[in-house]
């Protein structure tokens, strides 16, 4: 019998050690954000009516955004993440991505709480807050 504990608490402790490696794997839906456009201008998600949902697998992730009730984007592909980084490599979008793009954030993740934050040339580009939705 205590054998047996043993095991399972082994194959429990497994379990939950490999949840808490990849803590992105889930489904999401963004609570906030905003991007700067082409123009150089931050546009708040909240004005635009945005509502996103983002599932994460293992190895891939894929989103679908929405404008009210209009599509507004999609994109699919791998990612990876180091010590601060959640790394996308977008695969297909609806919207034009030079092939094999990375997209990198830094991020933070509190509870369900995902903070992200992209920068290019030292500026930021997009922030976006996400909340893990519960199945």
């Known amino acids: 019998m205590v054998k047996i504990f043993k095991r399972l608490l082994l194959i429990f402790t497994c379990i939950v050690s ?8 889930g489904t999401w839906q963004l609570v906030s954000g905003e991007y700067l456009n082409d123009k150089g201008k931050r546009v708040n998600y909240k004005s635009l009516n945005l509502r996103s949902i983002k ?4 190895t891939h992730f894929s989103f679908v955004t929405m404008a009210g009730d209009k599509f507004w984007s999609s994109g699919a592909g791998r990612y990876r993440v180091t010590d601060n980084q959640y790394i996308e490599t977008a695969l297909h979008t ?3 991505a030079p092939k094999g793009k990375e997209y990198v954030f830094t ?15 030292g ?3 997009e922030y976006e807050v996400w909340h893990r939705t519960i199945d």
């Not at 490999?18 to 794997?25: G, S, T, Y």
């Not at 369900?112 to 290019?120: A, T």
């Open 55 to 58: 599932v994460i697998s293992k």
């Open 123 to 125: 500026v930021r580009v």
């Open 94 to 96: 609806s919207y034009s």
């Open 18 to 25: 490999q949840a808490k490696a990849n803590e992105f794997i």
């Open 107 to 121: 991020f933070k993740i509190e509870d369900d709480i995902w903070y992200s934050s992209r920068m290019e040339n």
